[in-house]
C-alpha cells in the first residue's frame, strides 16, 4: 500500500476490495494493522406488525364477500386506533379452493361451506409501545391471524454509525495496546476501511418466536379477558473496522 507521509488515508468501504490492500512490513514502514468488531444493542422503537383474516365459504364469492367484510372492519379500527393509511400495507391476498384433507373430520355440510378460502393480511408499522394496542383492537375488530411481528429502530443509519463508530474506537484501543506491549508508541491513522457492511441484523427485522397464530374463523370478538404481552427485542447492528496506524 503506498500512501503520502503524513497523509491521512480513510475510506469507508462497503465491498470485500478493502480486504485486498496490502500493508508492506519493513524498518521504513513500520505499522501496524488491526481488525475489529463491535456490536450495538438498543431498544427498538418501530413494531411491523401483520394481521389478517381467513374466511371460508360454499361459493368463491361466499368466502371473498365474506373475507371483505372483516377486511373492512379491521381496516376501520385500526384507523380509528390512529393508524395513518400511510402505515398500513396489503401483504397478501388469496383466494382459492380450501384443500379437502383440512375438513375430512367435519361433518358435509361443514365440509359443503368449506369448499373456498379467502385470505388477506396486512403489514402495519406502528410505535414499538403501541404494537400490544394495534394487536387487539385489530383482533376484535375481526382478525383471525397474527402472522408476524419484527422490531427495528426509526434511523437504522444512525445506528449502523454508532456500530462504526465503536468498532474504530476498539481498534485505536487494540492498537495502541499493541503497540505498547512491544515498547512502541501509536502514531496517526493511515487507513481505515468497513470491511463487513454494519447491517447484520441478527435481531433487527428477527421476528416472534411465535410467526403466527390462529385466533378463530372469522367475526368480531367480545372483549378479551386478557390483554397481549409483548416482549420486543432489541435491535442489533455490528461493523467490523480493519485499519492500519503508523507507528513512532
Not at 503520502?4 to 480486504?19: D, H, M, N, Q
Not at 454508532?162 to 501509536?186: C, N, P, Q, V, W
Request: aromatic content about 4%; charged content about 20%.
Amino acid at each position: 500500500m503506498r500512501f503520502l507521509l503524513g497523509a491521512v488515508i480513510l475510506s469507508l468501504c462497503f465491498t470485500p476490495s478493502a480486504l485486498s490492500q496490502d500493508n508492506n512490513v519493513s524498518r521504513q514502514n513500520r505499522t501496524i494493522e488491526v481488525v475489529a468488531t463491535e456490536t450495538v444493542r438498543v431498544e427498538p422503537d418501530v413494531a411491523k406488525v401483520t394481521v389478517g383474516c381467513v374466511t371460508y365459504g360454499e361459493t368463491h364469492d361466499g368466502a371473498y364477500q365474506a373475507n371483505l367484510a372483516i377486511a373492512d372492519k379491521v381496516i376501520k379500527a385500526l384507523l380509528s386506533a390512529g393508524v395513518l393509511k400511510t402505515q398500513i400495507e396489503s401483504s397478501s391476498i388469496e383466494l382459492t379452493e380450501a384443500d379437502p384433507g383440512d375438513m375430512r373430520n367435519e361433518s358435509p355440510t361443514a365440509r359443503k361451506m368449506h369448499q373456498f378460502k379467502a385470505h388477506q393480511s396486512w403489514l402495519v408499522r406502528v410505535k414499538a409501545s403501541d404494537a400490544q394496542k394495534i394487536i387487539d383492537d385489530a383482533v376484535q375488530a375481526g382478525a383471525n391471524g397474527i402472522e408476524d411481528v419484527s422490531w427495528d429502530v426509526s434511523n437504522p443509519e444512525a445506528l449502523e454509525a454508532r456500530a462504526r463508530a465503536a468498532a474504530m474506537e476498539k481498534a485505536r484501543k487494540t492498537a495502541a495496546e499493541i503497540a505498547a506491549s512491544a515498547g512502541d508508541k501509536l502514531g496517526q491513522l493511515l487507513y481505515a476501511s468497513n470491511v463487513v457492511n454494519g447491517i447484520m441484523g441478527l435481531l433487527a427485522g428477527r421476528p416472534l418466536e411465535t410467526m403466527s397464530a390462529s385466533i378463530g374463523s372469522g367475526g368480531a370478538f367480545a372483549t378479551p379477558s386478557f390483554s397481549l404481552q409483548l416482549f420486543p427485542q432489541k435491535v442489533e447492528k455490528q461493523a467490523t473496522i480493519r485499519a492500519i496506524f503508523a507507528l513512532h
